[in-house]
């Protein structure tokens, strides 16, 4: 197993472009997430689904979309990047079991820079 | 709202020497916690969870924490530390409400001399 991959691992965007972060995860969990990390601030949530065609805000929604077609993908879409959005992207997914609230698995995390 | 607390942003300690990484958390009900480790350039990787029963729970690389209700606490120990455990360390626990969301502390680097 792979376990949950990003695409791209750096990035540097200008003001008002738009891009796509991809992530995929081979482990047919329904949960995945979106977080970014800021220095000192740990982790914060941008967007999250339960399953296909399920998706929901997190903490720190704006400026970001998201889409789920399929178990394994979790696309995370900026619109017009802004350097406030200069920061490190990271997906995660879990298992839904609740029997034992199963631990995140982290892909190895995007650098985007907004210039 | 729950939340999480780490005290210290950054803790030096020597190479042999014992650790503690302290985290304590807001939540309403039984908490499910975690830490998590991430080594530069890389993403999170689960140390130990806790849910329920022994207090004490072990997790990989020689670390262990302890939950203490009373004290809202679920501290990070290892009793000597070597040089590539130098890393950043995240508290975190797991919310119950839609999603399962996890929050996650500010995070503690830790740094080893020798």
């Known amino acids: 197993n792979a376990g949950v991959t990003q695409t791209p691992k750096f990035r540097i965007l200008k003001i008002g472009q738009s891009m796509t972060l991809q992530c995929t995860q081979d482990?047919?969990?329904?949960?995945m997430y979106w977080y970014r990390q800021d220095p000192g601030m740990g982790l914060k949530l941008i967007y999250y689904s339960v399953g296909a065609g399920i998706t929901d805000k997190g903490e720190v929604p704006n400026g970001y979309n998201v889409s789920r077609s399929t178990t394994e993908d979790f696309p995370l879409r900026l619109e017009l990047a802004a350097p406030s959005q200069t920061s490190v992207y990271f997906c995660?997914?879990?298992?839904?079991?609740?029997?034992?609230?199963?631990?995140?698995?982290f892909g190895p995390g995007t650098r985007l820079t907004v210039l | 709202a729950q939340s999480v607390t780490q005290p210290d942003i950054h803790i030096t300690v020597s190479e042999g020497a014992s650790l503690e990484l302290r985290c304590n958390y807001s939540y309403g009900a039984t908490p499910y916690l975690f830490w998590y480790v991430q080594s530069p350039g890389q993403g999170l990787q689960l140390l130990l969870k806790y849910f329920s029963g022994d207090t004490l729970v072990q997790g990989i690389k020689g670390f262990e924490a302890e939950f203490k209700r009373s004290q809202s606490s679920f501290n990070l120990r290892k009793p000597s530390v070597h040089w590539s455990d130098a890393a950043e360390y995240f508290c975190a626990v797991g919310a119950l409400d839609g999603g399962f969301k996890t929050i996650f502390g500010a995070g503690t680097r830790l740094f080893v001399k020798a």
């Open positions: 995660a997914s879990r298992d839904r079991a609740l029997s034992s609230y199963n631990e995140q698995f």
């Open positions: 482990m047919n969990h329904n949960y």
